[in-house]
């Protein structure tokens, strides 16, 4: 089943202990991109890739940091997280081309206290 | 980046077709109108996309004005399941096609 796999689903932690939430898909997607949600402020984009290698900001990139070393993971790093970091976060991915419509994962709620 | 305008809210009877409008007055020729929908927290589901045409599939169908400067979102007979949140987003045909903004939305709520 084409899937784009989030880990983990909820995650509660400290402010400033490192962690790192893990974006998976099985469909060759050239595309990945993770996205946040807070209440009001609909989805915003971190950071995007284009390809293996190949990573570009988004509209709200401060505090994360993402890698893209395999063409299927896409991990979102926070090194240092901050209670203004919570949040629902997702990951999605798509064919490269803007005709291809973005497929997502279900989420993870982080909490950061 | 185009961006969209969408009303914050609407209703709509079950049953009946709910038309969900967008204003996407600054696309580029090159740039598609996509739909998606959430439902409560869950990843947002891809609804429906277009470039200059019409579409329709089996969930919706997309109505383009012909200057592509606005668009609407038709779901013909609307149920309980269809309320969600409704984003309308454009995306460039080629060239930078990783960067979107999705706003804040449509909230449709179906009303028995």
């Known amino acids: 089943e084409a899937q784009v796999t989030q880990n983990p689903r909820y995650l509660i932690t400290v402010t400033g202990k490192k962690l790192t939430v893990t974006c998976s898909q099985n469909m060759n997607h050239e595309y990945m991109s993770w996205y946040r949600q807070d209440p009001g402020l609909g989805l915003r984009q971190i950071y995007y890739s284009m390809n293996v290698e190949v990573t570009d900001k988004g509209d709200v990139p401060e505090g994360y940091k993402v890698s893209r070393k395999e063409k299927r993971n896409f991990p979102l790093i926070l090194e240092s997280p901050s209670p203004n970091q919570t949040s629902l976060y997702f990951c999605?991915?798509?064919w490269g081309g803007g005709n291809s419509p973005l497929h997502f994962g279900n989420g993870t709620r982080l909490t950061v206290t | 980046d185009a961006k969209t305008t969408q009303p914050p809210s609407m209703d709509c009877a079950e049953g009946r077709a709910a038309n969900l409008p967008c204003n996407h007055s600054t696309i580029s020729g090159n740039e598609y109108v996509y739909w998606y929908r959430q439902i409560h927290s869950q990843g947002p589901q891809y609804i429906i996309h277009?470039?200059?045409n019409n579409e329709t599939n089996e969930m919706a169908s997309l109505i383009i004005t012909e200057d592509r400067k606005s668009s609407t979102l038709i779901l013909p007979h609307a149920t309980l399941r269809d309320t969600a949140v409704y984003y309308c987003?454009?995306?460039?045909?080629?060239?930078?096609?990783?960067?979107?903004?999705f706003g804040q939305g449509t909230t449709l709520q179906v009303k028995p």
């Open positions: 999605a991915s798509s």
């Open positions: 987003i454009v995306r460039l045909g080629s060239g930078n096609t990783g960067k979107l903004i």
């Open positions: 277009g470039l200059k």
